[in-house]
């Protein structure tokens, strides 16, 4: 049997970017052929793409593509298992080029962006070779692309956990990145009423009946009493309801603001990582115990 040296490793590890003991057992394997250990890795790399599949993607970023004129704009969540991996320089290099691709392309839905081509393949053959070569399941989950009616503004904050790009048409470029700003501190469901789902509304009156009458108030006034509790609610999850973070009065919302810039808002997206994902609570000393039976 040939005798697998540091140098031999080192070259495949180098040609691969596989794990050095996963190098080492392929050359072992191949009794010292470099081309077959290359090959067996290969062989190896996409089984384990296929075994990470199945696992919960709900870490990663959010990755947003501006045109140098602020008139295109895209927002894109790729996930990953860990948040180690999110700070990976090839997974940072593949989201980058997922949100240069669909300003480009400018695809469907996630389906028609994965068979899009890049570099030697398409998106999803460079996401699953990615997947074999660092190990962990990865995933893009969403996307929006946007043409301006006025111009974008984007905010990343937290290590790229929180996205935002709003499209805000008139006043000055400062504006927009107040207003992005204040997006992602704020968290607003929608623009304005009419974009906030009617059953969260109809479960905000309820729960104000409910408790109103549960403190005695007369039925003539529960009504009365839900409505005013559902305009709160209205006024902190809507943009425009909502207080601008950085009012000197404490008071100004982002509407007045608006008013008093001239300008407005056409649209805009926040992407909180994970945002919905269940994810699994795993026991850290069996997931060990687990990795190192499967490693014999």
């Known amino acids: 049997m040939a005798e697998i040296t540091a140098a031999m490793v080192k070259e495949l590890r180098e040609k691969t970017d596989a794990p050095m003991m996963e190098c080492k057992k392929a050359l072992t394997e191949a ?11 290969r062989v190896k790399l996409g089984s384990k793409a296929s075994k990470a599949a199945s696992r919960v993607t709900a870490e990663g970023i959010v990755a947003t593509y501006l ?29 980058k080029n997922v949100a240069q691709l669909i300003a480009d392309k400018n695809p469907a839905d996630v389906a028609a962006l994965s068979a899009l081509p890049l570099g030697e393949g398409t ?18 989950r969403r996307f929006v692309r946007v043409a301006a009616q006025g111009k974008l503004s984007q905010y990343i904050h937290g290590g ?9 048409v008139g006043g000055e470029e400062s504006l927009g990145k107040d207003l992005a700003m204040h997006i992602a501190a704020g968290k607003p469901k929608s623009l304005d009423a009419s974009g ?15 408790k109103a009458r549960e403190s005695g108030k007369p039925e003539a006034m529960l009504e009365k009493i839900a409505e005013g509790t559902v ?37 805009f997206t926040l992407y909180v990582v994970g945002e919905g994902i269940e994810k699994k609570a795993n026991d850290f000393a069996a997931e060990v115990a687990a990795q190192v039976a499967a490693a014999r």
Request: hydrophobic residues 50%; negative net charge.
């Open 31 to 41: 009794d010292g052929d470099l081309a077959k250990a290359e090959e067996l890795l």
């Open 67 to 95: 045109s140098a004129d602020a008139k295109l704009g895209v927002i894109a969540e790729i996930n990953c298992e860990t948040d180690f991996v999110a700070k990976n320089d090839d997974f940072l290099a593949f989201a």
């Open 123 to 140: 998106v999803d053959s460079v996401r699953a070779a990615l997947i074999g070569k660092i190990g962990e399941n990865m995933s893009i």
């Open 160 to 168: 790229a956990k929180v996205g935002v790009l709003v499209d805000v």
């Open 196 to 210: 906030v789902d009617a059953a969260l509304i109809e479960t905000e009156r309820r729960v104000a009946i409910e």
């Open 231 to 267: 305009q709160k609610f209205l006024k902190e999850v809507t943009l425009l309801g909502q207080v601008f973070v950085k009012a000197e009065d404490g008071k100004q919302t982002i509407e007045a603001l608006l008013k008093a810039k001239g300008a407005s808002v056409a649209s």
